[in-house]
Nanobody, 123 residues
């Protein structure tokens, strides 16, 4: 199983980025997916979740209303559209595949992780 995240970069506050995560080696359409992030000097935190069909999503309070998660099961890809970016959104963003029945906001519920893509937001 491989998860390849991309789309990170440097933007000014108020800007937008769209992250992509392409999955291979797994029946992508069967699995829930999530995005987490880790800011410098901080622990990794939950950002967003989407269930296998795309019919259920969830967001951390800090990104609600600004970020949108989506997926294209035909393309084995999950996206994170990030708008109105703030300097505090600066972090390495990771996509992950959820395999357990645990909470969608808990790291231990996710089995496979992508390598991360860096997002830097300047003020």
């Amino acid at each position: 199983v491989q998860l390849q995240a991309s789309g990170g970069g440097s933007v000014q506050a108020g800007g937008s980025l769209r992250l992509s995560c392409v999955a291979s080696g797994m029946p992508f359409r069967l699995y829930d997916m999530g995005w987490f992030r880790q800011a410098p000097g901080k622990e990794r935190e939950f950002v967003s979740f989407i269930n296998w069909s795309g019919g259920s999503t969830s967001y951390a309070d800090s990104v609600k209303g600004r970020f949108t998660i989506s997926r294209d099961n035909a393309e084995n890809t999950v996206y994170l559209q990030m708008n109105s970016l703030k300097p505090e959104d600066t972090a390495v963003y990771y996509c992950a595949e959820k395999q357990s029945s645990g909470s969608y906001s808990t790291e231990s519920s996710y089995h496979y992780w992508g390598q991360g893509t860096l997002v830097t937001v300047s003020s």
